[in-house]
């Protein structure tokens, strides 16, 4: 068989390979190519960058909505990614994408996200890749303006590619879209709480609950840009390296 000149475009998520949004993205990178879906059989939400060590992976082919080949994996976002471009796949992705998560990704979400992790992990091997969220967590959240700013984003590093290293986490509002504007991870965290419960068995547990609180002024962060009803396109690497302190610590001697 003939191998295909079209873009072959790797999708995958967090929240599952039968969640709307991935099936949304799908078809968004059907426009620009070949569609393989290869993403968790169940929920993965705020796993970050897990990887499964203790236990086997498995992989079961599935049809999605009769048009996308995809196969369903017993892991993480990270594992389906790792799995795909080793195992799974007949040729290598010239693009991984992952989404369209159900919930923001901005700000210290990033952190946390299964959706921006399976990216990062293209990236780390070696692709151009995109995580897509949408700030609505419905399962019916409407999801064509995040669709348009995939669209255009696609269309892009597509053409242009990415620094070796970066990859690029886009969030929209549900709706449609007002814009599209680059902007940096705001300053955020999470204040837990954790209440304490008791079961049946007389066992203590614990609930974990929270709220998010945005410690940045700046009107070019990720959250600002949402908030005035635009997409956000943040730049991200995985090298943590404090590189602005580098320099000040050269000539220090532990």
Not at 67 to 79: C, E, I, K, L, M
Not at 170 to 191: C, D, E, H, T
Not at 203 to 212: A, D, L
């Amino acid at each position: 068989m003939q191998q295909s000149s079209k873009p072959l475009i790797l999708v995958c998520n967090d929240d599952g390979i039968f969640s709307p949004g991935i099936k949304a993205l799908a078809e968004v990178a059907d426009e620009f190519g070949d569609v393989e879906i290869v993403a968790p059989d169940r929920q993965q939400s705020a796993v970050g960058h897990a990887i499964t060590v203790s236990t086997p992976l498995r992989a079961r082919p599935f049809l999605i909505d009769n048009r996308f080949s995809g196969q369903a994996v017993t892991g993480t976002p990270a594992d389906s990614v790792k799995l795909a471009h080793n195992q799974l796949l007949n040729r290598k992705p010239d693009l991984v994408v992952s989404g369209i998560n159900h919930g923001s990704n901005a700000g210290i979400n990033i952190l946390y996200s299964g959706t921006v992790s399976a990216a990062t992990e293209g990236t780390i091997l070696g692709y151009p890749s995109i995580a897509f969220s949408c700030t609505d967590f419905k399962e019916d959240a409407d999801l064509a303006g995040c669709q348009d700013a995939a669209r255009k984003v696609i269309g892009y590093v597509l053409n242009h590619g990415l620094p070796k290293g970066v990859t690029l986490n886009v969030n929209a509002p549900a709706g449609s879209l007002k814009g599209i504007k680059w902007a940096r991870q705001a300053n955020s965290r999470y204040v837990e709480e954790f209440e304490g419960r008791v079961d049946p068995q007389n066992r203590s547990y614990y609930w974990m609950t929270g709220k998010f609180q945005l410690l940045d002024e700046d009107e070019q962060n990720d959250i600002a840009v949402l908030d005035k009803g635009f997409a956000s396109v943040t730049p991200i690497q995985y090298d943590l390296t404090a590189y602005s302190l580098m320099n000040d610590l050269k000539d220090i001697q532990l």
